[in-house]
């Protein structure tokens, strides 16, 4: 019903900026809370940040300050501003969507993810 196409991820150095995209598309109804999820090796999988389609946030403890997470529900779309990077912050980003799409309940949707990788 509901597909989640993230981009923007890669390398950078430590103090550098990247911005992730994540792009909801198919039969959709409404999407509501989206949210940006990382796993690093060996680590359980964990919120990075948070937003409801009204546009309240919440962000992890670890990345308060640095990153900002902001959508347009026009197109459907989720981002992630991530400055001030640091090695710790590498892992594969997944977005996360809960969405109803146009025959079905509310569900909840992840992307395939990408690999941020910020070298010291």
């Known amino acids: 019903q509901v597909q989640l196409v993230e981009s923007g991820g890669g390398l950078v150095q430590a103090g550098g900026s990247l911005r992730l995209s994540c792009a909801a598309s198919?039969?959709?109804?409404?999407?509501?809370?989206m949210g940006w999820y990382r796993q690093a090796p060996g680590k359980q999988r964990e919120l990075v940040a948070a937003?409801?389609?009204?546009?309240?946030?919440n962000y992890a403890d670890s990345v308060k300050g640095r990153f900002t997470i902001s959508r347009d529900n026009a197109k459907n779309t989720a981002y992630l501003q991530m400055n001030s990077l640091k090695p710790d912050d590498t892992a594969v980003y997944y977005c996360?969507?809960?969405?109803?799409?146009?025959?079905?309940?509310?569900?909840?949707?992840w992307g395939q993810g990408t690999q941020v990788t910020v070298s010291s």
């Open positions: 996360n969507a809960q969405a109803r799409g146009l025959s079905g309940p509310t569900d909840n949707y």
């Open positions: 198919g039969r959709i109804f409404s999407i509501y809370t």
């Open positions: 937003i409801t389609r009204g546009g309240s946030t």
